[in-house]
């Protein structure tokens, strides 16, 4: 990991292959801040690179794969130098450059084991027993499992070199559960795969027969050198499908499932000059074409043009433009929302006319997918994530003792004062008759706070001056510092006691105490201003 303090410092030579994986490794370091970058290319940008590499264009084709791109790595970070480098590498540059295997050593100490922040919560008390019980407060969900450690501890890890990897590479890291006899054949094919480049400077053509069993021969000499750890079996179909897709990044996992049952025909894989040549080669020139003429929501690409369907609020008033006939006519959803309940009305109009769903979301550098797949998989609603943690409105009102709660009452007040209180005096300003007539008919208690506020704002705290807007906040000091702590203390006396004898006021909560405005004290006097100029 790129250390930060050090980053304006460090100087980064990458190799630009053409491939989409360099120029994210390339951006992540411009992104990160280092002094300067180096983008290492010999040779030209070709059509095959445009299929998954959206630096390039077809204005591209033929020029150097470094100076194509360097134009959008200074628009990313106008502060790190970016510089070029189209020659081969000298022997006294070529350390700058080199395929990359971690090795930290027999020992390496981790001390941020998930990335996550510590877990929080509020000690109600603690046992004097051994060992000793800690309570914590009963509104609040605890994060925290038996056994967990409540400050987290290093972790230390041990690793092998290169050489001894190769040969016991120990246990793989499994991204499909169902394929764990795969990663074993997949680390001896890339190895024959490094063989097969260094005698033919080249990868295996897509669907060459000679190509294809040249690989699998290699991966066969391999596996009888390893002796009592070779492999029983080895998969001919799956290293196949390896060889013909070898010009791709590859990695210890697999997607055959994806391509077609049927063999493809070799017509179907030829190239057409476009830059989407390299999916070609794999799922074939007519599963591109199904892409090309796919209707998708949230971007509807329709003749090879993406639209924009809506921004991340989707409501039940866009049912109006998305309405039956959209939906039937489309072929996936995307979604990419930040909210529940947005993603619940999608998922469930997805469910409705069994349209497949691609879902995701991030949070910081953490992210997820599901893929919904109508009849085959669950869809997005059929399973719920923990509520946030949300205290109750009781104690938001009338005993917060953290500052999540203090946050959310003040949010809530200035959403008030702000929004619904000016919302509704338009709503009475505009049709007097009709406000009064719909809150006569709601007459509930919901009704009654409602015109109380209007009342409120248009005669008992109307301010026409500056000096009004002052007393206004005045008023409010002591209405939420000293009226309703008053109020709150001769509810709960301080030897207030609950139903089960225990103290009312203990941990965390604590027995507050009335302020009296005093203009030498800051605090009160930056409240005063800062509610004046509301």
């Given at each position: 990991?790129?250390?930060?303090?050090?980053?304006?410092?460090?100087?980064?030579?990458?190799?630009?292959?053409?491939?989409?994986?360099?120029?994210?490794?390339?951006?992540?370091?411009?992104?990160?801040?280092?002094?300067?970058?180096?983008?290492?290319?010999?040779?030209?940008?070709?059509?095959?690179?445009?299929?998954?590499?959206?630096?390039?264009?077809e204005d591209d084709i033929s020029k150097n794969r470094a100076l194509a791109c360097v134009q959008k790595f200074e628009d990313l970070n106008?502060?790190?130098?970016?510089?070029?480098?189209?020659?081969?590498?000298?022997?006294?540059?070529?350390?700058?450059?080199?395929?990359?295997?971690?090795?930290?050593?027999?020992?390496?100490?981790?001390?941020?084991?998930?990335?996550?922040?510590?877990?929080?919560?509020?000690?109600?008390?603690?046992?004097?027993?051994?060992?000793?019980?800690?309570?914590?407060?009963?509104?609040?969900?605890?994060?925290?499992?038996?056994?967990?450690?409540?400050?987290?501890?290093?972790?230390?890890?041990?690793?092998?070199?290169?050489?001894?990897?190769?040969?016991?590479?120990?246990?793989?890291?499994?991204?499909?559960?169902?394929?764990?006899?795969?990663?074993?054949?997949?680390?001896?094919?890339?190895?024959?795969?490094?063989?097969?480049?260094?005698?033919?400077?080249?990868?295996?053509?897509?669907?060459?027969?000679?190509?294809?069993?040249?690989?699998?021969?290699?991966?066969?000499?391999?596996?009888?050198?390893?002796?009592?750890?070779?492999?029983?079996?080895?998969?001919?179909?799956?290293?196949?499908?390896?060889?013909?897709?070898?010009?791709?990044?590859?990695?210890?996992?697999?997607?055959?499932?994806?391509?077609?049952?049927?063999?493809?025909?070799?017509?179907?894989?030829?190239?057409?000059?476009?830059?989407?040549?390299?999916?070609?080669?794999?799922?074939?020139?007519?599963?591109?074409?199904?892409?090309?003429?796919?209707?998708?929501?949230?971007?509807?690409?329709?003749?090879?043009?993406?639209?924009?369907?809506?921004?991340?609020?989707?409501?039940?008033?866009?049912?109006?433009?998305?309405?039956?006939?959209?939906?039937?006519?489309?072929?996936?959803?995307?979604?990419?929302?930040?909210?529940?309940?947005?993603?619940?009305?999608?998922?469930?109009?997805?469910?409705?006319?069994?349209?497949?769903?691609?879902?995701?979301?991030?949070?910081?550098?953490?992210?997820?997918?599901?893929?919904?797949?109508?009849?085959?998989?669950?869809?997005?609603?059929?399973?719920?994530?923990?509520?946030?943690?949300?205290?109750?409105?009781?104690?938001?009102?009338?005993?917060?003792?953290?500052?999540?709660?203090?946050?959310?009452?003040?949010?809530?007040?200035?959403?008030?004062?702000?929004?619904?209180?000016?919302?509704?005096?338009?709503?009475?300003?505009?049709?007097?008759?009709?406000?009064?007539?719909?809150?006569?008919?709601?007459?509930?208690?919901?009704?009654?706070?409602?015109?109380?506020?209007?009342?409120?704002?248009?005669?008992?705290?109307?301010?026409?001056?500056?000096?009004?807007?002052?007393?206004?906040?005045?008023?409010?000091?002591?209405?939420?510092?000293?009226?309703?702590?008053?109020?709150?203390?001769?509810?709960?006396?301080?030897?207030?006691?609950?139903?089960?004898?225990?103290?009312?006021?203990?941990?965390?909560?604590?027995?507050?105490?009335?302020?009296?405005?005093?203009?030498?004290?800051?605090?009160?006097?930056?409240?005063?201003?800062?509610?004046?100029?509301?």
């Amino acid at each position: 990991m790129l250390d930060r303090r050090d980053a304006s410092k460090a100087r980064k030579v990458q190799k630009l292959n053409g491939r989409a994986a360099s120029i994210r490794r390339a951006k992540n370091i411009v992104l990160a801040g280092v002094k300067s970058v180096a983008l290492h290319a010999e040779e030209d940008v070709q059509m095959w690179y445009l299929s998954s590499n959206f630096f390039f264009s077809e204005d591209d084709i033929s020029k150097n794969r470094a100076l194509a791109c360097v134009q959008k790595f200074e628009d990313l970070n106008s502060a790190v130098i970016i510089q070029t480098i189209t020659k081969k590498l000298t022997e006294e540059s070529i350390f700058l450059f080199f395929r990359v295997f971690c090795e930290f050593g027999p020992e390496f100490t981790i001390f941020a084991v998930d990335g996550e922040e510590p877990h929080t919560g509020i000690v109600a008390s603690i046992s004097n027993y051994q060992p000793a019980s800690v309570y914590c407060i009963d509104d609040e969900r605890l994060e925290f499992q038996d056994g967990d450690p409540v400050v987290k501890l290093p972790k230390v890890l041990h690793f092998k070199p290169l050489k001894v990897a190769l040969k016991e590479p120990g246990e793989y890291l499994l991204s499909d559960f169902s394929k764990h006899d795969r990663s074993p054949l997949l680390h001896l094919a890339l190895q024959a795969l490094d063989i097969f480049r260094n005698d033919f400077c080249r990868v295996p053509i897509t669907c060459s027969e000679e190509d294809t069993q040249k690989l699998i021969d290699l991966v066969a000499g391999i596996n009888i050198n390893l002796g009592e750890t070779k492999l029983e079996e080895i998969d001919d179909k799956l290293l196949r499908h390896f060889a013909n897709g070898s010009r791709a990044i590859l990695f210890y996992s697999d997607w055959i499932e994806s391509l077609p049952a049927e063999p493809l025909e070799a017509d179907d894989l030829k190239p057409l000059n476009c830059r989407y040549d390299a999916q070609i080669s794999v799922f074939g020139s007519k599963f591109q074409k199904k892409l090309e003429d796919a209707k998708i929501l949230k971007f509807s690409c329709q003749n090879g043009k993406l639209t924009l369907t809506d921004d991340d609020v989707i409501e039940k008033k866009t049912e109006d433009v998305f309405n039956d006939d959209v939906w039937e006519s489309l072929s996936l959803v995307l979604n990419a929302l930040d909210n529940i309940n947005a993603r619940m009305l999608m998922d469930l109009r997805c469910v409705y006319f069994q349209k497949p769903l691609l879902e995701s979301g991030t949070l910081g550098t953490k992210c997820n997918t599901q893929i919904v797949i109508p009849h085959l998989t669950e869809n997005y609603g059929a399973s719920r994530d923990l509520p946030e943690r949300q205290a109750p409105m009781r104690t938001l009102h009338s005993s917060p003792h953290s500052i999540d709660h203090c946050l959310t009452w003040v949010r809530s007040e200035f959403e008030g004062i702000l929004r619904k209180t000016p919302n509704e005096v338009n709503k009475f300003l505009s049709n007097p008759a009709e406000y009064a007539s719909t809150m006569r008919n709601a007459g509930d208690a919901q009704a009654r706070d409602l015109i109380e506020r209007v009342f409120d704002c248009l005669d008992k705290e109307r301010c026409e001056t500056f000096e009004d807007c002052i007393s206004w906040a005045r008023l409010k000091f002591r209405d939420y510092f000293y009226d309703r702590v008053k109020q709150l203390t001769f509810t709960f006396p301080e030897d207030s006691i609950t139903s089960s004898r225990a103290p009312f006021w203990s941990a965390p909560k604590h027995f507050p105490l009335a302020l009296e405005f005093s203009s030498s004290t800051s605090g009160h006097l930056q409240f005063i201003v800062s509610a004046s100029i509301l």
